[in-house]
């Protein structure tokens, strides 16, 4: 099976080793292709359902792109099959990212921790840290930002400060400087309960976060539907996210709506 597409600046000039990541919706799989001179690319999958969109993430060892993509991704499906199938003009157009947001978290929290950076418009993007540093290329505008821990590591858990929101002009770099995190040594304690036999869910994922200000956490139930999480001082909401899909996540047994949050 072959998707292929180009990647275009809202100029109409192409964009050149720009990525594209490719999600596999029925099962878990991530494929990331790279654009030619042209800003084409052609990627290989196999059978199955895909969200295919530009990728703006910069990990470990690899450069900040300069452009940002926040539109929705695009959805394709192949059959499960030998048959030689292929869906081409894939394309996408992305905005220029000419300004540049960085800064140094205290202490580094290590594993796949990183920094999440949103506008109030839709556009999010994000990078990892390279021992507790972090660089990101944005669009001009005015940008929050937050700490995405690894919930694989283990030990003590941080979050950032409350911070006001960040402006940034065309070509501007804005050096946040060394912010010291937060510990998370609160607890917040969830069940997610089936709505008509009140049993607990095991596998479901519960989310929690600060309506105003920065803080995310997340963890998944136990057997007996309850999730655990450490949390900062303050005000916090909380809501089950369906597991499916997720490790050790419950089978498609109709959840949806039907959950309950206690």
């Avoid at 029925?26 to 059978?47: E, H, I, L, Q, R």
């Avoid at 840290?129 to 505008?141: D, E, R, T, Y």
């Avoid at 941080?158 to 501007?172: F, H, K, N, Q, R």
């Avoid at 998944?220 to 999730?227: F, R």
Wanted: aromatic content about 8%; proline content about 6%.
């Amino acid at each position: 099976k072959t998707i292929s597409g180009r990647m275009l600046r809202a100029n109409g000039q192409p964009v050149a080793n720009g990525r594209v990541a490719i999600m596999r919706q029925d099962k878990p799989s991530f494929t990331s292709v790279t654009t030619n001179a042209s800003g084409n690319y052609t990627a290989k999958v196999a059978g199955g359902k895909y969200e295919v969109r530009p990728d703006t993430y910069a990990g470990e060892g690899q450069t900040p792109p300069d452009y940002a993509y926040s539109g929705p991704g695009k959805n394709l499906a192949f059959t499960q099959s030998d048959a030689v199938e292929s869906q081409a003009n894939v394309d996408f157009t992305v905005v220029t990212a000419s300004a540049t947001i960085k800064g140094i978290v205290t202490p580094n929290p290590g594993g796949f921790a990183g920094i999440g950076i949103f506008s109030k418009g839709g556009f999010g993007t994000g990078t990892g840290l390279q021992n507790g540093a972090f660089s990101v290329k944005v669009p001009p505008g005015t940008y929050e930002i937050d700490l995405g821990m690894d919930p694989s590591k283990a030990g003590d858990k941080y979050a950032l400060p409350s911070m006001d929101p960040i402006t940034v002009g065309e070509g501007e770099t804005k050096d946040l400087g060394t912010i010291a995190l937060v510990k998370m040594d609160k607890t917040i304690s969830a069940t997610v309960r089936d709505k008509d036999s009140k049993i607990g869910i095991s596998g479901f994922g519960v989310g929690c976060f600060k309506p105003r200000g920065s803080g995310f956490a997340m963890a998944q139930t136990d057997s007996n539907g309850v999730a655990t999480l450490k949390v900062t001082e303050g005000e916090w909401g909380c809501m089950a996210m369906s597991g499916k899909g997720t490790k050790g996540g419950p089978e498609d047994k109709g959840y949806g709506l039907r959950e309950m949050l206690e």
